[in-house]
């Protein structure tokens, strides 16, 4: 069992940045592949990126060179640096452990990107 809690959302003005956090219950060293999803407003949840345990990184087109994911295996955390924010990247990003063949999710956090 793995319990993930997102923070750092908010209101962003276009152009600006967010850091998130997913901070989980267990070490994610052991955890094959940590991501981020978001849900946008009348849409099916969708990849944003993920990190494997080797370090390698797979990213959405529409987030390539704006959006970061990172993990501190010390500090069981797993990052998305979102910079030059855009209104469309408004949804709610919910972070994902793949572990021992199961999905976990954490409960989201909201970004709104909005002048």
């Known amino acids: 069992q793995v319990q993930l809690v997102e923070s750092g959302g908010g209101l962003v003005q276009p152009g600006g940045s967010l850091r998130l956090s997913c901070a989980a219950s267990?070490?994610?060293?052991?955890?094959?592949?940590m991501g981020w999803y978001r849900r946008a407003p009348g849409k099916q949840r969708a990849l944003v990126a993920y990190i494997t345990t080797s370090g390698s990184t797979v990213y959405a087109d529409s987030v390539k060179g704006r959006f970061t994911i990172s993990r501190d295996n010390a500090g069981n955390t797993v990052f998305l640096q979102m910079n030059s924010l855009k209104p469309e990247d408004t949804a709610v990003y919910y972070c994902n452990a793949n572990y021992l063949l199961k999905n976990y999710w954490g409960q989201g956090t909201q970004v709104t990107v909005s002048s």
């Open positions: 267990t070490s994610i060293s052991s955890i094959n592949t």
